[in-house]
């Protein structure tokens, strides 16, 4: 496979003119430099002959969003899988790290023996629930184990990267977690290896790993710290160049003094977000909705694509997709484009295989008439619902 080198150039550039912006103190201690620690805590703490299985995967694995978010689990439930069945778990994990069998091969084995066991679970609680423990977490757990030999995924800023470096990239559907691991193979390995030569990612690395053991000599870690944070950047920029409107910082969406004392709005739009995702199963939104997680295991807040970032991607009860837009404050007509714009791409890459539906719901802390107008055109595509908030003040009792 011909990669273009210039668009890895380029691409290393957009993650390096990010951290430039933000600084790399910020970048280091509050932004990836977490997962370099993992990475050592992992290899000081994992020990598969542990006689208390349970409690050593609890300590080895951080509980950083590498395994656990508002709705992405995947730590918990291999804690949960280890302590009914740990016999099982430890014959799976041993397979996975087993070095004399291929790497595509291990990865799908132990999609599947986890599979197997979540269907046993549902079958005897009589529920739906899902396991979350695929690509993501079983590509995270290689790159935990042998940092210098595996790449750990985020698959849907994989994906984006992906598309980035070569226009004709399209993953194919229905893959096991080791066949897509594959796909993503050369496209890394390309960016592998010019980081490697990159003076300043290098120099930006050791600062990742200064007052760590672990230094990521092969650079897999800082590969995976360059596709994620550019592939978050160049979503966002997308979308801001799709809606031709400055970017918005948190700062500049904050509710000014004075201003706005009595609406009970928000005072950003990533708190509203997180109140929604952890308020989840107590949210009005009229039907049943539950949050989208991808073959891939990416959850479906903040969903990242090539045409921006999804607030929330989430399924009704038919598996149909539905887009969910937040605006904390008074909105006008603009999110509209903003919204059709995510569930074009949507239908697109995630509908269209299966045959599903997608439909948009924007939810404002209050709707302009330039908003209604707009959405007046496409009232049977989206939907709009504006959020209130109340404090119920109790007794203890």
Do not use: C
Not at 108 to 120: G, R, T, V
Not at 225 to 240: D, F
């Amino acid at each position: 496979m011909q990669i273009d080198q210039q668009k890895i150039r380029s691409w290393v550039q957009l993650f390096l003119k990010h951290v430039a912006e933000v600084g790399e103190a910020y970048h280091v201690q509050d932004e990836e430099g977490y997962k370099f620690e993992a990475v050592e805590h992992f290899q000081k703490h994992f020990d598969l002959e542990a006689d208390d299985l349970v409690n050593m995967l609890d300590e080895a694995i951080l509980n950083t969003n590498l395994v656990a978010g508002s709705m992405y689990f995947p730590k918990k439930m291999l804690l949960i899988f280890a302590e009914e069945h740990q016999a099982e778990v430890r014959t799976i994990l041993q397979r996975l790290f087993d070095e004399s069998l291929l790497v595509q091969d291990r990865l799908a084995e132990a999609e599947s023996a986890f599979d197997d066991l979540m269907a046993m679970r549902n079958k005897t609680l009589g529920e739906e629930a899902h396991s979350y423990v695929n690509l993501r977490f079983l590509s995270l757990l290689l790159g935990l184990r042998y940092p210098e030999k595996y790449n750990p995924l985020k698959p849907s800023e994989w994906r984006v990267f992906a598309k980035y470096i070569d226009d004709s990239f399209k993953m194919p559907i229905r893959l096991t977690a080791g066949e897509q691991y594959e796909v993503y193979q050369p496209y890394i390995e390309a960016l592998r290896e010019h980081i490697d030569g990159n003076e300043a990612v290098q120099a930006l690395k050791k600062r990742l790993t200064q007052h760590l053991s672990f230094d990521d000599a092969a650079s897999r870690w800082m590969t995976q710290n360059v596709i994620y944070v550019g592939a978050r950047v160049y979503a966002k920029r997308a979308a801001e160049a799709a809606e031709a409107v400055p970017a918005r910082t948190d700062e500049e969406d904050v509710v000014g003094e004075g201003m706005e004392t009595n609406t009970g709005f928000f005072a950003y739009e990533n708190h509203l977000e997180e109140y929604i995702i952890k308020n989840w199963d107590r949210i009005n939104f009229g039907e049943e909705l539950r949050i989208y997680i991808d073959e891939g295991g990416s959850e479906g807040q903040q969903y990242t694509t090539d045409v921006g970032i999804i607030d929330i991607l989430a399924i009704d009860k038919d598996d149909d997709f539905v887009v969910i837009e937040l605006k904390r404050a008074e909105s006008g007509y603009k999110v509209v484009g903003q919204v059709l714009n995510y569930m074009g791409w949507v239908s697109e890459k995630l509908a269209e295989p299966d045959g599903k539906k997608v439909r948009g719901m924007i939810v404002v802390g209050k709707a302009d008439k330039t908003l209604k107008a707009a959405l007046s055109q496409v009232a049977d595509k989206v939907a709009l619902k504006e959020y209130r908030t109340q404090v119920d003040i109790v007794d203890p009792s």
